[in-house]
């Protein structure tokens, strides 16, 4: 008998577990890494939408001095084919104002939309949730660029667009969040998460190399591509997602305490019994050094258990319940402003470049793409570092501390020319990226599988919705801040950053201390996040 290929005998090498698990995470990674790919065109187009008219200027100098010399007081009177100064209506000097207004009202219909998304996320079945979305926002993305083909110029049909858009999206990340942490418990999570969470900055390249493949020559594909690929990747989401590891009778790293496990509709079916046992078990000595004074934590009015078949229960955590979980609020107030500085980067840097290095549209997004390669290094050290230490606020009070002074330098150096802004680029996605990346996936995951909750996995969707929800509300406020100072000059904007991240460095604080304080354990994130 022939041996087998070396490769095969590498697959099979692992256990079937291990080949989902794998299998999960490289589905799950590239789903949304298709959501970041149709979220980054309208940064690349913007400098197509609105151009500087340097022919327009060129052209009304040579009639004004025409006009002078004639001794006429005729207004200025341009050829038609030298008045093209972008895409109407963002063709005039408010440009700024307009284009900003684009970014907030997807981010602001995104912020809001989540809180929502999260709640109804419990309560369907992860698969098909999370393909209507993706089906939707493919439409809707490429509605934007079929404003091209149509030679649409109501500024309202594109805010429209923007807004269903970003309602859509929403169901994108709890989904996601939820299925991968079904699938690996807390053993070295913030490692893992960091390395899946790349997905974000793969999708933002992939969607800045795609974009700017067309800017220069029909736009419009910018958008149709991109918005294709989710719908397509939508589709894969309907066919392969697994759920639940014991969908498919596998066994599952994340701790439960759930014996009747049915399908994936109704995983996290609880025993009423068993419920009941766990809201009368005496808290943890350490968790008292996480709650208020009066040692009261997550109360069982805020379990809303909806019944079901054979006396069993399926339940879900309230919204003031989700809140009341130690660490849920300071890092949600956390990501608002780490999210604000991450969200301006990625909708106005390749503007920023555009006027600053005087590059066109296109070689300007490729080069902004340069942010995002530094947001994957900084992500994966993130969770590296926060595994080691077992410490997840201190990580990132860390990385929120170097940020700041690396901003300065980057708005003082990018204007030395390319070489500096190379590096600073690298340098500052990943300070920028690291702590955004790392609360958003394994302190969310931490938190949605608190040891307050014993037996309650679904508090997973709700948090990591209301911490992405509230970071969701300053990445729309950041763009939109944005294009309000950028008019009185960049070095302001960047003042504007610095501040939201000393801001997010603030709201950090406390849980630092009680990371570095709580005494009865040498690792103090144990006290924070871990199950006993």
């Given at each position: 008998m022939a041996r087998l290929p070396m490769g095969i005998r590498f697959v099979v090498s692992f256990s079937r577990d291990q080949r989902y698990r794998a299998f999960t995470f490289s589905l799950t990674f590239l789903l949304y890494a298709s959501f970041h790919l149709s979220r980054k065109p309208i940064s690349i187009v913007k400098g197509e939408l609105h151009k500087y008219c340097t022919a327009w200027d060129d052209a009304e100098v040579r009639l004004s001095s025409q006009s002078d010399k004639a001794g006429?007081?005729?207004p200025h009177q341009l050829p038609d084919n030298k008045t093209d100064c972008g895409w109407a209506p963002f063709d005039k000097s408010n440009y700024q104002q307009l284009l900003g207004a684009l970014d907030y009202s997807f981010l602001c219909a995104y912020a809001i939309?989540?809180?929502?998304?999260?709640?109804?996320?419990?309560?369907?079945?992860?698969?098909?949730?999370?393909?209507?979305?993706?089906?939707?926002?493919?439409?809707?993305?490429?509605?934007?660029?079929?404003?091209?083909?149509y030679n649409v110029h109501s500024f309202g049909f594109y805010?429209?667009?923007?807004?269903?858009?970003?309602?859509?999206?929403?169901?994108?990340w709890p989904s996601v969040v939820t299925c991968l942490s079904n699938w690996f418990g807390k053993g070295r999570r913030g490692l893992i998460m960091g390395i899946w969470n790349s997905h974000t900055s793969v999708g933002n390249i992939l969607g800045s190399l795609i974009a700017g493949y067309w800017v220069s020559t029909c736009w419009g594909l910018s958008f149709v591509v991109p918005g294709a690929i989710v719908a397509a990747m939508g589709i894969v989401c309907f066919l392969f997602l697994i759920e639940h590891p014991k969908d498919i009778r596998c066994s599952s790293t994340l701790l439960t305490h759930s014996k009747g496990y049915e399908n994936g509709t109704n995983r996290f079916r609880l025993q009423k019994q068993i419920f009941n046992n766990e809201k009368n078990r005496p808290l943890d000595p350490e968790m008292h050094c996480l709650l208020p004074s009066d040692g009261n934590g997550t109360q069982p009015n805020h379990i809303v258990v909806l019944p079901g078949d054979g006396g069993s229960g399926m339940a879900a955590i309230s919204f003031i319940g989700a809140l009341k979980i130690p660490g849920v609020i300071e890092f949600s107030l956390c990501l608002l402003f780490a999210k604000l500085v991450s969200y301006t980067f990625l909708f106005w840097l390749p503007l920023y470049i555009t006027n600053v290095d005087h590059l066109d549209a296109k070689k300007a997004g490729e080069l902004s793409t340069l942010f995002d390669v530094g947001g994957i290094f900084g992500g994966i050290l993130a969770g590296v570092i926060s595994d080691r230490l077992e410490k997840r606020a201190s990580t990132c009070g860390l990385m929120l501390l170097l940020a700041a002074p690396t901003l300065y330098v980057f708005s003082t150096v990018s204007k030395m020319g390319l070489e500096a802004t190379v590096v600073m680029l690298l340098l500052s996605g990943a300070l920028v990226s690291g702590p955004y990346a790392l609360i958003t996936t394994a302190v969310s995951a931490d938190l949605g599988t608190h040891k307050c909750l014993k037996g309650n996995s679904h508090a997973l969707s709700t948090v990591t919705a209301i911490i992405d929800g509230t970071g969701s509300v300053g990445a729309a406020l950041g763009p939109l801040l944005a294009g309000l100072i950028s008019p009185s000059g960049w070095s302001n904007v960047f003042y504007m950053l610095m501040f939201a991240d000393a801001c997010a460095l603030l709201f950090l604080i406390r849980l630092i201390h009680k990371e570095l304080s709580c005494p009865g354990t040498a690792t103090s994130n144990q006290v924070l996040f871990k199950e006993h």
């Open positions: 006429s007081a005729t939309g989540m809180y929502l998304s999260g709640i109804i996320g419990e309560r369907l079945p992860i698969r098909y949730y999370l393909t209507f979305g993706m089906l939707a926002s493919g439409a809707f993305t490429a509605l934007f660029g079929l404003g091209y083909f805010v429209v667009t923007q807004i269903i858009n970003g309602l859509v999206q929403t169901t994108g």
